[in-house]
């Protein structure tokens, strides 16, 4: 289209606001972390859909946990980029990234050793009374934590603990594995991230966990799972993401890709061609 003296017009554009529904939930450009002369990240990508699984493999020392801590404010990367829905986080510490709704189960579980059950599963968002003596007297409403307590680790059938007033120090290295689980499947409200999440479990609560990370993708929220187990890897995931020296060589559907072939580029026994890195 021209009008005289003025040279083509532009076509009107559409303007259509972003379709969240397509949107990635979390994507990371170019994250990288140094300590000294340590290279966790090399400039890692990582993309994660909405309603997916995403595993996250590698050898020991590829980089994994560091990029978890990062998506979860746990860490602060050196250099690199983070979108939230699309939108670009910056966060200081652990408490913005669950503000923005992300909880994370680590490797090295963050517990408070000599605080009860209930008070460890709601470290950071305890219940206060209503009325003046919560608001006013930030008194704790330590009764219905208690309550939902026991109401989540019987929903969950996760945990085999005799008496909710336990100190976490006293509990088994898989009870405190099944609580760190627990609470961020209750209140991860955007993604859920589990570092090793079955490490110190039998097989009964490993298989729970498993059903578990199913469940909480059935209910709308994606998972980032990072596991050594492959089986349980090619069972819940839907896209593996393999990390190999600090950086991302490969992210492919697990429909695509078999064990032996996930095995070998994870160890650099085979190179990573252009049809690995599927977004
Ligand atoms: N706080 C730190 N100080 C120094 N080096 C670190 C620190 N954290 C991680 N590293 C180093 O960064 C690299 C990546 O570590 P990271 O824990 O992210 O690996 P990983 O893939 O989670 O390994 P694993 O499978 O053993 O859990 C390793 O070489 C590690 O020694
Ligand atoms: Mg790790």
């Known amino acids: 289209m021209t009008s005289p003296g003025r040279g083509p017009v532009p076509a009107a554009k559409t303007v259509t606001a972003p379709d969240r529904g397509s949107l990635p939930v979390l994507v990371a450009r170019g994250l990288t972390k140094r300590y000294g002369h340590v290279t966790a990240l090399g400039g890692?990508?990582?993309?994660?859909r909405r309603q997916e699984v995403l595993a996250v493999i590698g050898d020991?020392?590829?980089?994994?946990?560091?990029?978890?801590?990062?998506?979860?404010?746990a860490v602060v990367p050196d250099e690199g980029t983070i979108e939230v829905d699309g939108r670009q986080v910056a966060f200081r510490g652990p408490l913005d990234a669950r503000a923005a709704g992300i909880e994370t189960v680590y490797q090295h579980l963050a517990i408070a050793p000599a605080r009860d059950i209930a008070a460890n599963l709601y470290l950071g968002r305890e219940l206060r009374r209503k009325g003046f003596a919560g608001w006013g007297l930030r008194l704790l409403d330590r009764k219905a934590m208690r309550a939902n307590t026991r109401e989540l680790l019987d929903s969950l059938g996760l945990l085999t603990i005799q008496s909710l007033?336990?100190?976490?120090?006293?509990?088994?290295?898989?009870?405190?594995?099944?609580?760190a689980v627990a609470r961020a499947a209750a209140f991860g409200s955007r993604v859920v991230i589990m570092d090793e999440p079955t490490a110190a479990l039998g097989v009964k609560e490993s298989r729970k966990v498993l059903d578990l990370i199913l469940e909480i993708k059935?209910?709308?929220?994606?998972?980032?799972?990072?596991?050594?187990?492959?089986?349980?890897?090619?069972?819940?995931?839907d896209r593996i993401h393999?990390?190999?020296l600090g950086r991302r060589i490969a992210c492919v559907p697990t429909a695509d890709i078999t064990m032996p072939e996930a095995v070998a580029l994870?160890?650099?026994?085979?190179?990573?061609?252009?049809?690995?890195?599927?977004d």
């Open 44 to 48: 890692t990508d990582l993309t994660l």
């Open 60 to 73: 020991n020392g590829a980089g994994k946990s560091t990029l978890i801590k990062c998506l979860s404010g």
């Open 165 to 179: 007033d336990q100190a976490a120090e006293t509990l088994s290295g898989g009870q405190r594995q099944g609580i």
């Open 218 to 237: 059935n209910r709308g929220i994606p998972v980032i799972l990072i596991s050594h187990d492959m089986p349980h890897v090619f069972e819940v995931a």
């Open 242 to 244: 393999i990390q190999r």
């Open 266 to 278: 994870m160890t650099g026994a085979s190179q990573p061609g252009p049809e690995h890195i599927q």
